[in-house]
């Protein structure tokens, strides 16, 4: 065979094979893979509850069949996504709160995605947890590094000087060392280094104002001094500001309003004076923004109830004023928002309306102060709480009538309302409410009236 006719033949063969595997001359290879299109979900945006079991959350799409799902970031614990049929089921076992999910359907041809808005909202119920060993109110709670909780001084007919300690754990309650110096209406601060800064206060002893400081180690369970406060001062706020320092804002000492700041340094243990409050005040709030910025509003002036609120700035040390709130408020709560907003709730009026049912928005972009959602009970000397969901747990305090509340509500700042929820299984004011770690809020203590008082020595958790 000639070389001509040999290479001929090859290329006649190799024509044939390039046919036959190809659709130009009518022979395929069988339908092309579509990519899958337009996925949805049958619930989006989906409002889930803690520990009720969600209906399927299924979804749906056009083009090609989709060969499995994937979603990022992982959802809400308790929930799972089938990557086999994209299906969404569980139980949440945790407040969220409102983010968005990109879940992915795929196939070898492509792939298209869905953005899904999900919330996991509080349960909104109480459970009974241990005693204290001691009945107290005007009193401070701390939550502190080791997940346990500090509960020091308060009054029980006397300025008590005793302390313990709640375990989220195990559910109850232990003694632990005493304050060298009896006091109410003090602030407590956990400090990074695990430390609780106790400082101020009331004493029913000599001096009543005092200017007294401890330091709280949990890993010894003892109280030791620190430098004093330069002011004597009670029912004042306390800051844990983002260079680590704690700012003690304004306050009382005796009859005296007072006007001064003073910041503590956990390097040195030192109190120094920082700037003037454009505004004497007490009974008032804190609030740390996004910014580093404090937000200090409401509170009383003796018989007087400003609206006025002012800022304080830790890179320059000075208060500035900001937007006044539409309504002086005293015995007030407040708590930040996730959208850096200031939820200012209730408080106490001298007004023709002297308990308020009223609640105020703070935005720090615009310095200003605007009206929200009121209450459906007015109230004062309450507890507000940011919950992991991002609604605010407001609960008990008195009305106008003198009436003590066992109710809570929720406020939701998606919806910008608030709604009833459970109630404690008593009535209380001047307690207090720390978000534990577990998600769940801790609220204990307390009195219900204003005149000869039990001293609640009964705790509860939320969720």
């Known amino acids: 065979m ?34 899958p299109t337009g996925l949805t979900y049958s619930a989006n945006p989906a409002t889930y509850t803690l520990g009720t079991a969600i209906a399927a959350n299924n979804p749906s799409s056009g083009g090609g069949a989709v060969a499995s799902y994937s979603v990022a970031p992982a959802l809400p614990s ?58 107290r109110y005007v009193y401070t709670s701390t939550l502190m590094a080791n997940g346990k909780v500090l509960q020091a001084g308060g009054y ?22 005493s304050l060298p110096v009896s006091r109410y209406y003090h602030s407590a601060t956990a400090l990074p280094n695990g430390k609780v800064l106790v400082a101020g206060g009331y004493s029913s002893g000599p001096g009543n104002a005092i200017a007294n400081a401890e330091l709280y180690d949990p890993a010894t369970g003892v109280f030791t001094p620190t430098g004093n406060l330069n002011v004597a001062r009670y029912l004042h706020t306390a800051t844990l500001l983002p260079n680590g320092k704690v700012l003690i804002a304004a306050g009382a000492t005796n009859a005296l309003t007072l006007a001064s700041a003073e910041l503590y340094d956990p390097a040195t243990g030192i109190f120094t004076l920082t700037g003037t409050m454009t505004s004497g005040r007490y009974y008032h709030v804190a609030v740390l ?46 708590a930040l928002l996730p959208n850096g907003k200031v939820l200012v709730t209730g408080g106490l009026n001298g007004s023709a309306t002297p308990i308020q049912s009223s609640c105020e928005l703070y935005d720090p972009a615009a310095g200003t102060f605007t009206a ?35 109710t809570s509500e929720l406020y939701d700042p998606v919806a910008g309302i608030f709604s009833p929820s459970a109630s404690l299984r008593s009535t209380k004011r ?22 000869p008082q039990p ?9």
Do not use: W
Request: net charge neutral.
């Open 289 to 334: 923004l996004g910014n580093g910025k404090v937000l200090l509003a409401g509170g009383r002036q003796n018989a007087a109830f400003p609206t006025a609120a002012e800022l304080y700035d830790p890179a320059v040390g000075t208060f500035t004023a900001t937007g006044a709130m539409a309504a002086g408020r005293s015995e007030l709560a407040a």
């Open 78 to 135: 308790g929930l799972g996504l089938n990557s086999a049929s994209g299906i969404i089921t569980g139980t949440p076992t945790a407040m969220a709160p409102p983010a968005t999910f990109t879940v992915t359907a795929q196939n070898s041809a492509g792939s298209t995605t869905a953005a899904l808005s999900l919330r996991v909202n509080a349960q909104g119920a109480f459970s009974a947890t241990g005693s204290m060993v001691a009945g």
């Open 2 to 35: 000639n070389s001509t006719f040999s290479s001929g033949l090859a290329l006649t063969l190799l024509g044939l094979y390039l046919g036959c595997s190809g659709s130009s001359n009518g022979y395929s290879s069988g339908p092309t893979l579509a990519a």
């Open 372 to 406: 929200a959602a009121s209450m459906a009970s007015p109230r004062s000397d309450l507890t507000a709480t940011a919950l992991p969901s991002g609604q605010i747990l407001v609960v008990g305090g008195f009305t106008a009538s003198g009436v003590v509340l066992g």
């Open 430 to 451: 001047s307690h207090t409410a720390v978000l534990l770690g577990n998600g769940k809020v801790f609220v204990a203590g307390g009195t219900n009236s204003d005149g």
């Open 156 to 177: 029980n007919g006397a300025s008590m000087a005793s302390a313990e300690v709640y375990d989220p754990g195990a559910g109850t309650f232990s003694a632990t060392g």
């Open 455 to 463: 001293f609640f020595a009964t705790a509860d958790l939320f969720q």
